[in-house]
């Protein structure tokens, strides 16, 4: 604590004199020997530590834990009078965890006047022991409590009873001997500094503590405080320093010192790690408001095993016992981070954990309990409630309750995977195994290192210290096995702590027992202050108490060589190298699959290749060794292999001469290479692209020959019509490629009846086909126009001809009769765009006629429509190449085709050239324009 609590002393400052004369009471404080006449009287505790007192009820039942001396007196005052429950230096004993007469109760909090302190560890929780035998764990009796009278007179009444009080007399007990540990630790210090005895410490323990108006527990506890000057001494100033009540906090300060020291004793007393879990949660963690907690231990495999519980079943112990590696759980994940992991609702957090189906919303604090780097276990925590932001004073408890835990448990044997403790393990923090992890490196043909932990004053992991390095160890800076054994990790090889986090890596090892392994890890190395760097598989494991770290540096000379085996096993080359003087071939192994000989097998000499090719390939072979052996020049040659097994292969053969020191040849090396794969596919590319020529050719000279018949029938222009006040002409724009040549057709001539037929169509599709059809159609039009029929009636005969007498010829197309007589015209359309008619400065297009395309149906009747000319107007008949755009639809263009054709022009052909000429077609197909003008 900060200062002292108590008038007129200093517990920190030397204690005052003690009276040699002055004597202790008989039988009071005076520790009895193990052996002697007073062993196992049953007045002291077994170690001879202290007396153990024999607990006096009021209904006078005399306990088995100790016998009360004769000369004590027994308190007339205070919550026990004439209970005869005193500590063995005379003073009243108190339950552990009892509050002190002059710390007041907490006004607020979850136990508010009963006697219990809040979770931010104000105070501690009382257990009552009344006269009775009743025993309330929250300090305080309910307001209709009466005192345990057994209602049935019966037997087992009775016996119920009897029961209930020997509980009651056996934690009793258990409080006594907690307390008097404390008290005796605190005896052992005013002896240390006094150079007293034992009685004359007891006495000088009374006195300060009436002097300051303390109880002998809080009086012990700041003595121990004082004296040792650890985290449960930080622990309780760290409470005074945040408290707001000053009065108030020095006695709820003492109340937390006594708690954790009480705890403490408890701990470093008990057998086993399930009292030290019982010890935690009755003094110290109830007052938190912690309903259970769990103790685990760290197995090699980084498994858990549960040493120790509390609040829970066993039956949820029982299923709890072992934890495999890699299952995730609270403790997990505070052994994996090395960190305090708090969860404020365990099933928010959707993390397994004992106790979660009893508790399943309540919060848990998991803190790793270790010491000097190394996590010997975690402790778990359990509240029933979800927890809320603990305080840091509650915080600080938390931790030094978690450092106690590690210290119990570095004494524990290690356990096995099965969780179990293994025979023979180490069981003292000397034990670290570092002598047999040595003897065991220098089996290993990589290099090693067996690290141990260096610590400082405070016993905190600073280095690690480089106890041995195996046999096969290289150090990168070239310096001998010597000077590396016995330094530090860091002063050896301080790039370790840099960028490869090499020595991060070792630390989370050796805390949590997790071995570490991954390849091509880049390390540094500093040699002659340059940084060196090499790539390299790391291997890093704990042994007990020990680290071995072992690395394998990758071979840059052995990965090109592997990177050089799968380049020649993927492009099936083999490598060959023949000693001329002395006949020594060497072959790679793919050659003998190549050449098709069994690995026992000698290899083939170059001057006997011969006999391994194809008789029409001996030539080629022959200027091959010539020009290798003779010439002494590179040389390569491809010929056909005859194998044994009958399979022809393809190979290519390169090799160069290299001289020796006389300067004669001596060895010549090279490669074989199966391209059998690329000879055969040059084969079949060659006979790809003699097709493909041959097929052009004849696409070339088919659309050739279509495009001279198509321009035979249809010229670009036509002579001049005979036709009387009517002028008639014609534009045909072929397709730009010749592989598109289309089937549009055009057709005006004079009838026998001097009448004018004109008409434009195109069949669908391209190539000779589309060509062909449009022969068909146009000629048949002409012979059937002959016979006089109107325009409708023409189209309806054409659909016959082109659904019966063509190979399914579809197509659109308009026809008009013009009568020059009349000046009228008789039009009809089959799936074609109507006409359009310049009149003046205006052009339209004409009604949308109803009229199926050529060639869809059998019988199909077009509907007709008459137009009467005047003179100067202009009808136009077109195909869809002159205004069809992909990008565009059909309205558009149409719209766009009127625009240009409102233009003045100064004749007809004027006008059809600056239709195609502004036209925006962009399908390249072939076009077609008819324009006929009334003079």
């Not at 403490?264 to 309903?291: F, I, W, Y």
């Not at 995730?328 to 052994?335: C, P, S």
């Amino acid at each position: 604590m900060s200062g002292p609590r108590f008038p007129g002393a200093n517990p920190s400052a030397p204690l005052p004199e003690a009276d040699p004369a002055a004597s202790a009471p008989p039988g009071a404080d005076v520790p009895r020997p193990v052996t002697g006449p007073h062993a196992g009287d049953g007045r002291h505790s077994a170690d001879g530590s202290g007396a153990v007192e024999r607990v006096h009820l009021a209904d006078g039942t005399d306990s088995a834990v100790g016998s009360r001396p004769a000369d004590v007196p027994r308190p007339a005052t205070g919550p026990h009078a004439g209970d005869g429950r005193h500590s063995a230096d005379g003073g009243p004993l108190s339950a552990v965890g009892s509050r002190p007469a002059d710390v007041p109760r907490p006004a607020t909090g979850p136990h508010a006047g009963d006697g219990r302190y809040s979770a931010d560890g104000s105070g501690a929780v009382e257990r009552v022991h009344l006269a009775d035998g009743t025993d309330f764990a929250d300090g305080s009796r309910p307001a209709d409590a009466a005192p345990a009278v057994a209602d049935d007179a019966s037997p087992d009444g009775r016996l119920a009873a009897t029961v209930e009080r020997l509980r009651g007399e056996v934690r009793a007990a258990h409080a006594a001997a907690e307390g008097r540990a404390l008290i005796e630790l605190a005896k052992g210090v005013i002896v240390e500094r006094l150079g007293c005895g034992p009685a004359q410490a007891a006495r000088q323990l009374a006195e300060l503590a009436d002097r300051a108006g303390l109880s002998r527990l809080e009086l012990a506890a700041d003595l121990i405080n004082q004296a040792a000057r650890d985290r449960m001494a930080e622990a309780a100033d760290e409470f005074l320093r945040t408290a707001v009540d000053a009065p108030a906090a020095t006695g709820a300060a003492a109340s937390v010192a006594v708690r954790l020291r009480t705890a403490e004793s408890a701990a470093l007393s008990a057998g086993d790690t399930q009292a030290v879990a019982e010890s935690l949660l009755r003094h110290a963690l109830e007052p938190l408001g912690a309903v259970a907690v769990a103790i685990w231990t760290t197995g090699p495999d980084t498994s858990l095993s549960l040493r120790g519980h509390a609040g829970f079943g066993l039956d949820e112990a029982a299923r709890w016992h072992y934890v495999p590696p890699g299952v995730t759980t609270a403790a997990r994940q505070a052994l994996i981070g090395r960190r305090t992991v708090r969860y404020a609702s365990l099933a928010a957090a959707g993390i397994p954990s004992i106790g979660r189906a009893r508790h399943p919303d309540g919060g848990r604090v998991v803190v790793p309990a270790g010491t000097g780097g190394r996590i010997h276990g975690v402790l778990e925590i359990c509240w029933a409630h979800p927890l809320d932001h603990l305080p840091q004073a509650v915080e600080r408890q938390i931790e030094a309750l978690a450092e106690l835990c590690a210290h119990t448990l570095e004494g524990l044997p290690e356990a096995s995977p099965g969780g179990f403790a293994v025979p023979g393990g180490p069981s003292v923090p000397g034990g670290d195994g570092a002598a047999a992890l040595a003897e065991l490196s220098d089996g290993l043909y990589d290099p090693a290192l067996v690290l141990t932990p260096h610590l400082d004053e405070a016993g905190k992991l600073v280095d690690f210290r480089i106890r041995h390095a195996n046999a096969h160890f290289q150090d990168p800076a070239g310096r001998p096995r010597g000077s590396v054994d016995g330094a530090l990790l860091l002063e050896a090889y301080p790039a370790t702590a840099g960028g490869d986090e090499l020595f991060e890596r070792i630390e989370r090892v050796y805390a949590t027992g997790e071995p570490f392994r991954a390849r091509r890890v880049r390390l540094t190395a500093l040699v002659d202050q340059v940084p060196l760097a090499s790539l390299a598989d790391i291997s890093i494991s704990r042994h007990g108490a020990s680290v071995l770290l072992i690395w394998r540096v990758e071979d840059e000379s052995a990965r090109l060589a592997s990177l050089l085996q799968h380049a020649q096993r993927l492009g099936r080359v083999g490598a060959f190298e023949e000693d001329l003087v002395t006949g020594d071939i060497t072959w790679h192994g793919q050659l003998y699959e190549l050449f098709g000989r069994r690995t026992t097998e000698p290899p083939v000499p170059l001057r006997d290749l011969a006999a391994y090719a194809h008789p029409d390939d001996f030539r080629t072979i022959r200027r091959f060794l010539q020009t290798v052996l003779d010439q002494r020049r590179v040389g390569s040659a491809a010929f056909r292999m005859l194998r044994h097994d009958g399979v022809t292969r393809h190979i290519r053969v390169t090799a160069e001469p290299a001289p020796g020191t006389d300067g004669g040849l001596q060895v010549v090396r090279g490669a074989f290479q199966d391209i059998s794969a690329q000879h055969w596919t040059e084969v079949a590319l060659t006979a790809t692209r003699d097709r493909l020529a041959a097929t052009e050719e004849a696409a070339e000279e088919r659309n050739r020959l279509t495009l001279q018949l198509q321009h035979a029938i249809m010229p670009p222009a036509m002579p001049p019509l005979d036709a009387p006040g009517l002028d008639v002409a014609v534009r045909y724009r072929p397709a730009e490629s010749e592989s598109l040549v289309g089937g549009d057709w055009y057709d005006a001539v004079v009838l026998p009846s001097k009448k004018v037929l004109l008409c434009v169509g195109d069949v669908a599709g391209h190539g000779v086909e589309a060509a062909t059809g449009m022969v068909v159609l146009r000629n048949a039009l002409r012979g059937l126009a002959v016979t006089g029929a109107g325009p409708g009636q023409l189209l309806s005969w054409l659909n016959s001809v082109a659904h019966h007498l063509t190979a399914q010829v579809t197509a659109t197309a308009v026809c008009g009769v013009y009568d020059p007589t009349s000046r009228t015209l008789r039009w009809a359309r089959a799936g074609h765009l109507p006409p359009v008619l310049v009149r003046g400065e205006e052009a339209r297009d004409l009604p949308l006629l109803r009229g199926l395309l050529l060639g869809a149906l059998a019988e199909v009747e077009y509907e007709e429509a008459e137009l009467t000319l005047e003179p100067g107007d202009t009808v136009l008949m077109y195909t869809d190449g002159l205004v069809e755009r992909r990008d565009t639809a059909v309205q558009d263009s149409v719209a766009q085709l009127l625009t240009v054709a409102r233009q003045p022009a100064d004749s007809l052909e004027r006008r059809l050239d600056q239709l195609l000429a502004r036209s925006k077609s962009d399908t390249d197909d072939d076009t077609c324009v008819v324009g006929v003008q009334v003079s």
